[in-house]
């Protein structure tokens, strides 16, 4: 199946896409804020740079993108028709790389939450706040939260 869109209309679509201070992102900093939660952004002076850093409680947040993070069983992370071996390498790189930033996260002593960009939109993201200090009050170690009300540690 061919782009619909000619190389460089593409390249601009693709160039446009942030890294930071996204929606979802925004709709997890304003959730923390008004549960109470201080904290720092995107602290390069920790594995992965966090996109949320709780230096008390020792909580790094990231804020992952369904596609770009490949959050599997998620409608949001569908692999493009369109060169999709590219895709899949360049996302399972980013996979890999978050493993990696977990990991080192981990043996420095901090507690580690991902939400998903999922968890962020609709009818999901009216109990964020609750399900965000929840995890943050708790003592699990590594914690998702997706669009389903359940959370995994």
């Known amino acids: 199946m ?17 890294g930071k201070d996204t929606e979802p992102e925004m709709a997890v900093r304003r959730a923390l804020f008004a549960a109470g939660f201080r904290f720092r952004l995107h602290r390069r002076d920790l594995p992965g740079a966090p996109d949320v850093a709780l230096p008390g409680p020792r909580v790094a947040v990231f804020v992952h993108g369904c596609f770009w993070h490949r959050h599997m069983a998620c409608s949001l992370a569908k692999l493009p028709a369109t060169n999709a071996e590219f895709w899949r390498a360049k996302l399972d790189d980013n996979v890999k790389r978050d493993k990696r930033a977990v990991a080192a996260l981990r043996r420095a002593g901090w507690r580690v939450l991902v939400v ?7 009818k999901a993201a009216e109990g964020l706040t609750l399900r965000l200090s929840e995890w943050i009050e708790g003592h699990a170690p590594f914690g998702e939260i997706p669009e389903t009300v359940h959370m995994e540690t």
């Open 116 to 122: 998903w960009e999922c968890a962020t939109r609709g």
């Open 2 to 18: 061919a782009d619909v869109v000619d190389p460089e209309t593409r390249s601009r679509m693709m160039s446009s896409i942030r």
